[in-house]
């Protein structure tokens, strides 16, 4: 957000630009965002210095909303806020993205976040495509080796449950000179050896339509690979 600029400023911005309203239209569109981004339609008034990190995360998913776009494109959306914040912006997004009949692509480092808000999930390393799901099947096997070993970063809600954790070894290669074959390869902590370093892996599908890019067959890296805790995706709720 522009310092210097209110909160309607801020939003009345694309209101005026994209969508060619006039001042009193415009000022009246901007209390209804407020609204639907649960905050009281006198913050149209504050400064950003004047609000919360949350508050700031509503007020630019508000002027994202704003012009009533047919796709949003979050880039870690959350990824400064604290838990609790996350939770609360999180819903909103889903709210509003049913309320504005948007499509969005939620980008973030954090899979639990991504599984929690997405439909489908693709997982991508170096810019390349490792993964596609179903979010709802994003933690039962098959996983990429990726896939497996950020799915093991992510905290287990009931600190008695044990899980291996797999810590990646080496460098991220340069995304500019990429490696050979597999990408992951120099990292992965399934490596078959020349066949990942020679040959581009094929991409293999199950039968719920899970799609992995690796050399590794998919009912192998069924019988290896250990289930982890079930997160819900939006569609599951009510």
């Not at 649960?38 to 012009?67: H, N, T």
């Not at 709802?136 to 954790?165: K, N, Q």
């Not at 399934?190 to 067959?217: A, K, S």
Request: aromatic share 6%; glycine share 6%; net charge negative.
């Amino acid at each position: 957000l522009n310092p210097y600029l209110t909160v309607g400023e801020s939003l009345s911005r694309p209101l005026r630009i994209l969508q060619g309203l006039g001042s009193v239209e415009a000022r009246e569109r901007v209390a209804e965002l407020l609204t639907a981004v649960r905050l009281p339609a006198d913050y149209a008034e504050r400064l950003p210095s004047q609000l919360s990190g949350g508050e700031k995360q509503r007020v630019a998913i508000a002027r994202a909303f704003a012009s009533n776009p047919d796709l949003v494109l979050a880039d870690e959306a959350v990824s400064a806020l604290d838990v609790s914040v996350q939770a609360t912006v999180l819903n909103l997004l889903s709210e509003l993205q049913i309320e504005f009949d948007t499509a969005m692509v939620f980008i973030a480092h954090d899979i639990a976040v991504v599984g929690y808000l997405a439909d489908r999930i693709a997982v991508m390393y170096l810019g390349e495509l490792m993964q596609l799901s179903d979010a709802a099947r994003i933690f039962d096997p098959p996983y990429h080796p990726y896939t497996e070993a950020l799915l093991s970063a992510v905290p287990a809600p009931d600190p008695s449950v044990g899980r291996e954790e797999i810590r990646l070894s080496g460098e991220i290669p340069s995304a500019i000179e990429r490696p050979t074959g597999c990408p992951f390869h120099s990292r992965c902590p399934r490596f078959l050896g020349d066949i990942c370093i020679e040959e581009t892996p094929p991409w293999r599908e199950d039968e719920d339509g899970t799609r992995i890019f690796c050399h590794i067959p998919i009912e192998e890296l069924k019988a290896t690979q250990a289930p982890v805790l079930k997160f819900d995706s939006m569609e599951n709720r009510d």
